[in-house]
């Protein structure tokens, strides 16, 4: 059996990245940092001038962000259905009415020129747009009456099959007055050529074959958006658009191996097309009253269109024989609408109520085809011929904040949630939910570098809608379709965390310790619905109450102490584990992983205009064993690492050089099938195999601003 290098990479990198967490502990207890500029610092919030970066040339305000230690930005809209308010990302203090345009995006297309501070808010309150991160970055760009700048990026890429793919963006931004702009358009280059190996063994270890699997997918994303805002003395209009298609083709060919024999004896090749494409629209207004009140509707609509079509065939002697058609269509809009009113109860407490309306739809088709036993021809039959489930949810909230005296802060929430899901098609029917959801985040600043966070939550997931009808499957190819299920609820969770932060002196870095208990009811993962032992069948269903913990340890410290103030080094190692009874298996079993580990480095030599430093990861293996009714995979995955060099040619325009996959590793799988039921216990084959993803990708980019 082939066999991943990970076992031996997972140790020697669980080890060294537990090293530079312990070694910035030590630095903070006993020593000092020289930042690279002062800091202002009020309540819970670090202030970072613009001059503060002026040191590292940035062309963007996303090489501003990145230059602060300990932030890692993940954005506002969650993936999620509805608005909600969390996130951590601000711009001009306000959120960003959009999900796909979302303001994570804004980052890199705003010119670093325009940025008048960067702000990194650790406390809570009413006045934050967003909610529910441990901080929050809140971008401020600089008031005039009349600005503007255009950003460029041309990207490179070259790929190990000689390949070389193209794509670039421009931006135009700026202010007139009270209008504020910003228009881009992006051709993101997404070409792929992944190669798997699979070696398929019999029950004893002996070799029945191999294959080898390569797929060619020249992709290029387009995307195009908008984003205006009108500022008047006590209101303000946002108005975001954005439109994008990512359709392609890709062409996947297989050849099987009889053992010991270097000669197919059997081949497969795919046709496949992809159409993707989307568009959406946002907005905001807001009104700012007298007694310092404040009011917000905002709305965001959108559509996305999913379409793929898979026609397989068969070679054997010379000869091309179809023997699978595979059509799956979908169609996904969100009409979203939100309005909140602020107001302060006294100088200690403020609060804010609101009301959400979400509507969302998906319309789903699905056709197979296999040939006819009589006649050998194609017979398309309609797996799913139309199927539609839509969700009508109306969401009400009110958050309380309470600053208990200088150091402390208590936020309150309370959210009703009431939905209907109805479903046509493949099957009919309507249910009802509503759910009670209350949340408590306090904060305890212990001194002004050192933040307890402590939070109890209850948490509904939203239910992926893909799971309710016939769907396709790109993980097995011995299984073309996955069963829906109507009858599929939330998880329902109880969350409760505990988070120890400090912030080392002088800019010195950020140090960080996060343990959380998750007790979950209705965990989602695969159930046995087969009317027949002999003929498996699974679909997404409950599982019933599962448990996950574990713990969280960030380290992110400037080398100041090797004479480096410039060079950042931020380790991370997360653990945990979970169970949950299982009854494929008819035992417990984890069902979220082990944890992964992380270093990420960087150094700016500010003389030369000069930056490089490489990221790394390394997922825990034995973590997650994917289990269904008639098979068991467990992934082991390779040490990942990221290399770049970045120059300053010039005024406003950086040249990067970037390797992805530097070490070539690749992600490997063990899959063994069952004659029957996985509790029947009869091994029919095991499967092993590895992915290399594409192999190492070289990309340059150059990005520049005037």
């Known amino acids: 059996m082939t066999s991943s290098p990970s076992a031996k990479s997972f140790m020697k990198f669980g080890i060294t990245s537990v090293r530079p967490s312990i070694l910035a502990l030590a630095i903070a207890l006993s020593s000092s940092f020289q930042g690279a500029a002062a ?213 996947l060919n297989r050849n099987f191996f009889s053992p010991g024999n270097p000669i197919a004896y059997r081949g497969e090749y795919e046709d496949r097309e992809y159409d993707r494409s989307n568009w959406e629209i946002g907005g905001n207004y807001e009104h700012s009253f007298d007694n310092n009140s404040r009011f917000q509707f905002l709305f965001v609509s959108n559509e996305e269109i999913r379409d793929s079509l898979n026609e397989r065939f068969d070679i054997s002697g010379g000869v091309s ?116 959801r209350p949340k408590l985040d306090y904060r305890f600043d212990i001194n002004s570098s050192l933040q307890l966070r402590a939070t109890i939550e209850r948490v509904v997931s939203q239910l992926s809608f893909s799971s309710f009808t016939a769907s396709t499957n790109g993980s097995d190819n011995d299984k073309d379709t996955e069963a829906g299920n109507p009858d599929l609820s939330q998880e329902l969770e109880n969350r409760y965390e505990m988070t120890l932060e400090y912030r080392l002196p002088n800019d010195g870095g950020v140090l960080s310790a996060r343990a959380f208990y998750r007790d979950i009811d209705n965990v989602i993962d695969k159930i046995n619905v087969s009317d027949d032992p002999l003929k498996p069948e699974s679909t997404t269903g ?25 060079a950042v080094l931020t380790s991370s190692l997360n653990v945990f584990d979970s169970y949950v009874y299982d009854p494929i298996l008819g035992q417990d079993r984890r069902f979220n992983g082990r944890g992964y580990a992380t270093i990420d480095f960087r150094h700016d030599i500010t003389s030369m205009g000069l930056s490089y430093g490489f990221d790394m990861r390394q997922n825990f293996s034995g973590g997650n064993k994917s289990v269904d009714v008639n098979t068991l995979s467990t992934d082991d995955d390779g040490l990942w690492m990221k290399a770049f060099v970045s120059k300053v040619a010039f005024n406003n325009t950086t040249l990067r050089l970037q390797v992805d996959n530097v070490l070539g590793v690749e992600n490997c799988r063990e899959r063994m099938r069952f004659d029957g039921l996985v509790a029947l216990g009869n091994i029919n084959e095991i499967e092993d195999s590895c992915f290399d993803g594409g192999g190492r990708k070289l990309k340059l980019k150059l990005k520049t601003t005037f």
Do not use: C
């Open 542 to 566: 409950n599982l019933g109450n599962g448990r996950r913990y574990g713990l969280y340890l960030d380290a992110s410290t400037r080398l100041g102490f090797l004479g480096l103030p410039d």
């Open 39 to 251: 800091q202002e610092e009020s309540d819970s919030t670090v202030v970072y001038p613009a001059s503060y970066f002026d040191q590292y040339t940035p062309v963007s305000a996303n090489d501003m962000v990145t230059r602060i230690p300990g932030v890692n930005v993940r954005g506002n809209s969650g993936g999620g259905r509805g608005l909600g308010s969390g996130g951590d990302l601000l711009i001009d203090g306000k959120r960003l009415a959009g999900k796909d345009n979302s303001a994570t995006s804004q980052l890199s297309r705003i010119a670093a020129d325009q940025v008048e501070r960067i702000e990194l808010i650790r406390g809570s309150s009413s006045e934050l747009d967003v909610r529910g991160a441990s901080q929050v970055v809140n971008v401020v760009l600089k008031e005039a009456n009349r600005r503007s700048s255009i950003s460029a990026e041309v990207d490179l890429e070259a790929h190990e099959d000689g390949t070389i793919d193209e794509g670039g963006s421009f931006s135009y931004g700026g202010q007139t007055g009270d209008l504020n702009y910003l228009f881009n358009l992006e051709a993101e280059p997404q070409y792929n050529h992944p190669a798997r190996l699979e070696y398929s063994y019999a029950p004893d270890l002996s070799l029945n074959e191999y294959y080898t699997e390569e797929m060619i997918r020249p992709k290029t994303k387009y995307s195009t958006s908008m984003n205006l805002g009108y500022d008047m003395e006590r209101d303000r209009f946002q108005f975001n658009a954005l439109m994008s298609e990512e359709g392609h083709p890709a062409e």
């Open 321 to 436: 024989s179809q023997n699978l058609y595979l059509e799956s269509n979908s169609r996904t809009r969100e009409r979203i609408a939100q309005t909140n009113y602020n107001w302060r109860l006294s100088d200690t407490q403020d609060m804010r109520v609101g009301l959400e309306r979400a509507q969302t739809i998906l319309d789903t088709e699905l056709f197979i085809g296999s040939p006819s036993s009589e006649t050998g021809d194609i017979v398309i039959k309609a797996t799913n011929p139309g199927s539609t489930v839509e969700e009508m949810r109306y969401e009400g909230f009110a958050v309380h904040n309470w600053t208990l005296n200088d150091r402390m802060s208590l936020e309150s929430t309370l959210l009703y949630e009431v939905s209907t899901i109805e479903q046509s098609g493949t099957a009919n029917q309507s249910r009802d939910f509503d759910f009670i």
